[in-house]
């Protein structure tokens, strides 16, 4: 089974510059998570998605970041315009909501290097 | 705030020896525990779960024990191999469906 697919799975680019990372969701799955990691905060939830529908964006960092679901399968993050602070690995995540106890599978991030 | 924590963030084994990993949390509304597994270069993976109302679950090589008494789990891993290095972490449930992870530990297998 496929799981979670992330693109590209290295970036990187010049600050200022717009960012655009990419996520599958497992095929059913209806749930979708983003998240950073990095040594000093470790694996932080930046926002997600119940049915293409936002739920919680308490964690993106400021206005510079948005996500969205343009359909069930697939999100994007974008980071515009990127800072050195946003270098990173970017999770994306999936699971299948409305029924109890189902975990988030991972896909394997984007390393994110802002110059 | 809330916070989850782990009591070594480095633990060494022999291979072939048990791994207890532990994890305290302070969210006593946390209702469902998963613990994941991350391999350099990797995302975090799945390894085990276990719900509020139960104390403990194995699988294969893993045993998870809950003790909501005093908010604090542990991952136990049986003969613990080359393949088993890697960071560890837990991951309480907050009612609501978010998952609270903590800074990890990282199981260093020695042959």
């Known amino acids: 089974d496929a799981g979670v697919i992330q693109s590209p799975r290295h970036e990187v680019t010049e600050m200022g510059q717009e960012v655009t990372l990419r996520c599958k969701l497992i095929?059913?799955?209806?749930?979708l998570f983003w998240y950073r990691q990095t040594m000093m905060r470790g694996l932080e939830l930046l926002i997600y998605f119940n049915n293409n529908v936002p739920i919680d964006d308490s964690g993106m960092p400021e206005d510079r970041f948005s996500a969205k679901m343009p359909n069930a399968s697939f999100s994007t993050l974008k980071i515009q315009p990127s800072e050195p602070r946003d270098s990173a690995v970017y999770f994306c995540?999936?699971?299948?909501?409305?029924?109890?106890?189902?975990?988030?599978?991972f896909g394997d991030g984007t390393r994110l290097s802002i110059l | 705030g809330e916070s989850v924590g782990l009591h070594l963030p480095t633990l060494s084994v022999q291979e072939g020896d048990n791994s207890i990993i532990n994890c305290a949390y302070s969210n006593s509304a946390s209702d469902y525990f998963i613990w994941y597994k991350q391999e350099s270069g990797k995302g975090p993976q799945f390894i085990i779960d276990?719900?509020?109302?139960?104390d403990k679950r194995q699988g294969q090589r893993v045993t998870v024990l809950l003790n909501k008494t005093v908010k604090h789990l542990s991952l136990q891993i049986a003969a613990t191999q080359p393949g088993d290095s890697a960071v560890y972490f837990c991951?309480?449930?907050?009612?609501?469906?978010?998952?609270?992870f903590g800074q990890g530990t990282e199981l260093s297998v020695k042959p």
């Open positions: 995540a999936s699971s299948l909501a409305g029924r109890d106890n189902q975990p988030q599978h």
């Open positions: 276990i719900r509020s109302n139960m």
């Open positions: 095929s059913g799955h209806n749930s």
């Open positions: 991951a309480p449930r907050r009612p609501g469906g978010k998952l609270i």
